[in-house]
């Protein structure tokens, strides 16, 4: 058979009825009829069962044989007659890899199969041999190299008899090989075993949202062994059209992933929205997993609408661990987006003390991703875990992506080592400056105080093996303070203009501290103070000028509106003075946008000396859960009833909702719309779903979502049987 005749045939069997499907349609191009003499292959068994437990794939939904390369498999051959070695009957395997036929780069793959007495153990190399051989059927053992091309191949089965009367088999559908956690040989190896079952085949995560002092959470899963996912993110890494051999390092595919998985540059499977307006779409807090994007990006071959950054975190999370590279969805608490690239972030406030717009901005919290591999583009010490971001929010090579960049790098200040670790570092370390401008501009910006407590403050994951939250700041940086961070901003000042240019000493005797209640469920008022204090001498007066604002933002820090603000002038005398305010919740309701979060402003000008000390601090309204009741088991493939009680907090009525139910426990994602909810009305919702196999614990997650009031969640556990 000519190469011309392969590539066409190749060419017919890469289209697909839509993206996900697992098989291929049958071609139409007839094979060469085959000649007397010749060794016929009647069928060939990929022992999908065996093959898929031994692998660690068996929770694929997937038809067909799923692999982690650098391990071997076995398949049966059946033939139309016995095998003869001395009759010098050949058995040649052949790998096709990807959707056309490429000769170079390990993408057509020849093994010919060996004797039984001879190892195959070399991990480099494609291998073959004669495992086992009864009457007309033969098992053969193949081994995969531990840096193989990731991603679907086409399996073909040729024979000779004494060097000719060639006769092939194709096999129809793919064989999928992935990266492979287990294997020591392969660049995403991870050591300790409890790790590899959460960060590669736990299916269920969890976010975390909120300020650093007020941590939310909510559920999150990531479905990655539901139909269709596999072959979709396959797809997608296809059609970026890399050179053969990038498919076989994890750095390229992740890198590749944090770019596939938002849509402006590669009408990727999510586009962006932080506008407030999610006409059109979904609102990002709506979402509980990325199953049912996936299957809406695969249903309607378009980029789903909306997400933020832990939606992107969530199907990134979900790529990473479908293709088998560990990976870990991490949430930094006060993340700067740094505009100038100088680890530096300016804030000013005009001459009453009122903050203005900026540039540069501190984002309430920020997720992204963590991925495990080695780093052999990097000297050594640098692999383990590797930052990545789907979040469309900076160019990399004029993509929008970031990473993979070594958390060691980043904790050491080695900002010159690849990929976007500058960025990174500055998303954790950054300084915030206040400026202070004189009223007619006339003069130049006065700098009142440095901060370089405020950036990256926390920074968590979910604990492994456990719904619990686990600090990893230390893996992002030093321990505020120490020595070691002077070494590792020394080490980053060589690569980052400006980030130890500033650094005077902003003396004052006078301090300000906003007090605000630890938590203010939405709907209530709430009580604001700030204490004011000196240090100067008992009996000196400071007279000071004291200006609050409470603005409601977006969780990227960016302004929405104006909810309080006041000005005060205050004499201290004794050692602490403190001032209260009232924040009604029928003036903050209408004006709060997304997660209710709120960013408090306080300044304080000391006339005597001069000078000006601010504060800021991000708040949190909490907002109800949703309890969710389920009975205490379920038979698989039967309909099970989920019960969901809910309690508007509100005093005003919500209109426009609806419920959406998913999770491991659910065969089909499920979004019902519900009447309007009356104010502190408590309501009752019954959702109907079918329980997946496989049969054990599994969770039900529920979200509520309306005009007025978004982003409630809450799950159970029922056990399907």
């Not at 000196?534 to 609050?548: D, E, I, L, W």
């Not at 603000?565 to 602490?576: G, H, N, P, R, S």
């Not at 859960?625 to 009680?645: E, H, I, K, R």
């Given at each position: 058979?000519?190469?011309?005749?392969?590539?066409?045939?190749?060419?017919?069997?890469?289209?697909?009825?839509?993206?996900?499907?697992?098989?291929?349609?049958?071609?139409?191009?007839?094979?060469?009829?085959?000649?007397?003499?010749?060794?016929?292959?009647?069928?060939?068994?990929?022992?999908?069962?065996?093959?898929?437990?031994?692998h660690?794939?068996?929770?694929?939904?997937?038809?067909?044989?799923?692999?982690?390369?650098g391990?071997?498999?076995?398949?049966?051959?059946?033939?139309?007659?016995?095998?003869?070695?001395?009759?010098?009957?050949?058995?040649?395997?052949?790998?096709?890899?990807?959707t056309?036929?490429?000769?170079?780069?390990?993408?057509?793959?020849?093994?010919?199969?060996?004797?039984?007495?001879?190892?195959?153990d070399?991990?480099?190399?494609?291998?073959?041999?004669f495992?086992?051989?009864?009457?007309?059927?033969?098992?053969?053992?193949?081994?995969?190299?531990?840096?193989?091309?990731?991603?679907?191949?086409?399996?073909?089965?040729?024979t000779?008899v004494?060097?000719?009367?060639?006769?092939?088999?194709?096999?129809?559908?793919?064989?999928?090989l992935?990266?492979?956690?287990?294997?020591?040989?392969?660049?995403?190896?991870?050591?300790?075993?409890?790790?590899?079952?959460?960060?590669?085949l736990?299916?269920?995560?969890?976010?975390?949202?909120g300020?650093?002092?007020?941590?939310?959470?909510?559920p999150?899963?990531?479905?990655?062994?539901?139909?269709?996912?596999?072959?979709?993110?396959?797809?997608?890494?296809?059609?970026?059209?890399?050179?053969?051999?990038?498919?076989?390092?994890?750095?390229?595919?992740?890198?590749?992933?944090?770019?596939?998985?938002?849509a402006?540059?590669?009408?990727?499977?999510?586009v962006?929205?932080?506008s407030g307006?999610?006409e059109g779409?979904?609102?990002?807090?709506?979402?509980?997993?990325?199953?049912?994007?996936?299957?809406?990006?695969?249903?309607?071959?378009?980029?789903?609408?909306?997400?933020?950054?832990?939606?992107?975190?969530?199907?990134?999370?979900?790529?990473?661990?479908t293709?088998?590279?560990?990976?870990?969805?991490?949430?930094?608490?006060?993340?700067?987006?740094?505009?100038?690239?100088?680890?530096l972030?300016?804030?000013?406030?005009?001459?009453?003390g009122?903050?203005?717009?900026?540039?540069?901005?501190?984002?309430?919290?920020?997720?992204?991703?963590?991925?495990w591999?080695?780093?052999?583009?990097?000297?050594?010490?640098?692999?383990?875990?590797?930052?990545?971001?789907?979040?469309?929010?900076?160019?990399?090579?004029?993509?929008?992506?970031?990473?993979?960049?070594?958390?060691?790098?980043?904790?050491?200040?080695?900002?010159?080592?690849?990929?976007?670790?500058?960025?990174v570092?500055?998303?954790?370390?950054?300084?915030?400056?206040?400026?202070?401008?004189?009223a007619?501009?006339?003069?130049?910006?006065?700098?009142?105080?440095i901060?370089?407590?405020?950036?990256?403050?926390?920074?968590?994951?979910?604990?492994?093996?456990?719904?619990?939250?686990?600090?990893?700041?230390?893996?992002?940086?030093?321990?505020?303070?120490?020595?070691?961070?002077?070494?590792?901003?020394?080490?980053a000042?060589?690569?980052?203009?400006?980030?130890?240019?500033?650094?005077?000493?902003?003396?004052?005797?006078?301090?300000?501290?906003?007090?605000?209640?630890?938590?203010?469920?939405?709907?209530?008022?709430?009580?604001?103070?700030?204490?004011?204090?000196?240090?100067?001498?008992?009996?000196?007066?400071?007279?000071?000028?004291?200006?609050?604002?409470?603005?409601?933002?977006?969780?990227?820090?960016?302004?929405?509106?104006?909810?309080f603000?006041?000005?005060?002038?205050?004499?201290i005398?004794?050692?602490?003075?403190?001032?209260?305010?009232?924040?009604?919740?029928?003036?903050?309701?209408?004006?709060?946008?997304?997660?209710?979060?709120?960013?408090?402003?306080?300044?304080?000008?000391?006339?005597?000396t001069?000078?000006?000390v601010?504060?800021?601090?991000?708040?949190?309204?909490?907002?109800?859960?949703?309890?969710?009741?389920?009975?205490?088991?379920?038979?698989?493939?039967?309909?099970?009833?989920?019960?969901?009680?809910?309690?508007?907090?509100?005093?005003?009525?919500?209109?426009?909702?609806?419920?959406?139910?998913?999770?491991?426990?659910?065969?089909?994602?499920?979004?019902?719309?519900f009447?309007?909810?009356?104010?502190?009305?408590?309501?009752?919702?019954?959702?109907?779903?079918?329980?997946?196999?496989?049969?054990?614990?599994?969770d039900?997650?529920?979200?509520?979502?309306?005009?007025?009031?978004i982003?409630?969640?809450g799950k159970?556990?029922?056990?399907?049987?």
């Amino acid at each position: 058979m000519d190469n011309n005749w392969r590539r066409a045939h190749k060419r017919l069997m890469a289209f697909r009825g839509r993206v996900g499907t697992s098989k291929l349609p049958k071609t139409e191009i007839e094979e060469p009829s085959p000649s007397d003499g010749q060794l016929k292959v009647e069928k060939v068994d990929l022992l999908l069962a065996k093959n898929r437990q031994s692998h660690r794939t068996e929770n694929y939904e997937n038809t067909g044989l799923v692999l982690r390369r650098g391990q071997s498999f076995d398949i049966e051959i059946t033939l139309a007659q016995v095998y003869d070695e001395a009759a010098k009957h050949q058995i040649t395997l052949e790998l096709w890899w990807g959707t056309e036929a490429l000769d170079s780069h390990n993408a057509h793959v020849v093994i010919p199969i060996r004797s039984s007495s001879v190892a195959i153990d070399n991990l480099g190399t494609w291998a073959a041999k004669f495992v086992n051989m009864k009457e007309n059927k033969v098992t053969v053992q193949i081994l995969s190299p531990a840096d193989g091309l990731v991603g679907r191949y086409q399996i073909d089965v040729t024979t000779k008899v004494d060097g000719k009367n060639d006769y092939r088999f194709i096999m129809e559908g793919h064989v999928y090989l992935l990266f492979n956690p287990w294997c020591e040989a392969d660049d995403v190896f991870m050591h300790n075993e409890i790790q590899r079952k959460e960060y590669v085949l736990n299916d269920m995560g969890m976010y975390f949202y909120g300020a650093g002092n007020q941590v939310g959470h909510a559920p999150w899963y990531f479905g990655q062994f539901e139909v269709g996912i596999l072959e979709c993110v396959v797809t997608l890494m296809e059609a970026a059209n890399k050179r053969p051999s990038a498919y076989s390092s994890p750095i390229e595919i992740s890198r590749l992933l944090s770019a596939l998985v938002n849509a402006p540059d590669d009408n990727g499977i999510l586009v962006g929205n932080w506008s407030g307006n999610y006409e059109g779409g979904t609102e990002p807090t709506a979402w509980s997993g990325s199953a049912s994007i996936f299957e809406e990006f695969i249903r309607t071959g378009q980029p789903v609408c909306y997400g933020q950054c832990w939606v992107f975190g969530g199907l990134l999370s979900t790529a990473l661990r479908t293709i088998g590279i560990p990976g870990r969805t991490i949430t930094n608490f006060n993340s700067a987006h740094d505009a100038d690239a100088n680890c530096l972030l300016d804030y000013h406030f005009d001459a009453d003390g009122n903050p203005l717009d900026n540039d540069d901005s501190v984002w309430n919290f920020h997720v992204w991703n963590d991925a495990w591999m080695a780093r052999p583009d990097l000297p050594k010490g640098y692999g383990g875990w590797q930052a990545v971001d789907s979040t469309p929010q900076e160019l990399s090579d004029y993509v929008f992506r970031t990473g993979p960049s070594s958390l060691t790098a980043i904790k050491n200040g080695h900002v010159y080592l690849n990929y976007d670790t500058k960025f990174v570092f500055a998303e954790v370390n950054a300084c915030k400056v206040s400026w202070k401008l004189s009223a007619d501009l006339a003069e130049a910006p006065k700098l009142i105080q440095i901060d370089t407590k405020a950036v990256g403050t926390r920074v968590v994951t979910k604990a492994v093996g456990k719904s619990e939250m686990e600090d990893i700041t230390n893996q992002y940086k030093q321990k505020e303070g120490s020595v070691y961070e002077y070494l590792s901003l020394f080490a980053a000042d060589k690569y980052v203009d400006g980030l130890k240019k500033l650094l005077p000493d902003v003396v004052n005797d006078t301090a300000i501290e906003l007090v605000l209640p630890p938590k203010t469920l939405i709907g209530d008022d709430m009580i604001v103070k700030a204490k004011l204090s000196k240090t100067c001498p008992v009996g000196t007066t400071r007279n000071a000028h004291v200006s609050v604002t409470c603005n409601s933002v977006y969780y990227t820090g960016v302004k929405a509106k104006t909810i309080f603000q006041t000005t005060d002038t205050v004499e201290i005398k004794a050692k602490e003075e403190v001032l209260e305010w009232q924040i009604k919740a029928a003036d903050y309701l209408p004006l709060l946008v997304d997660q209710a979060n709120m960013r408090f402003y306080v300044s304080m000008y000391e006339s005597e000396t001069n000078n000006t000390v601010t504060e800021g601090i991000n708040y949190r309204l909490i907002k109800p859960d949703l309890v969710v009741q389920v009975p205490t088991s379920a038979p698989v493939g039967q309909f099970f009833s989920a019960t969901v009680t809910f309690t508007n907090p509100l005093d005003i009525m919500l209109q426009d909702c609806f419920f959406h139910t998913e999770g491991p426990a659910v065969l089909i994602h499920k979004k019902e719309t519900f009447r309007n909810i009356k104010p502190k009305e408590t309501v009752i919702y019954t959702v109907r779903v079918i329980a997946k196999k496989p049969p054990g614990k599994k969770d039900i997650i529920v979200s509520f979502s309306s005009v007025d009031l978004i982003g409630v969640s809450g799950k159970a556990t029922v056990n399907l049987v």
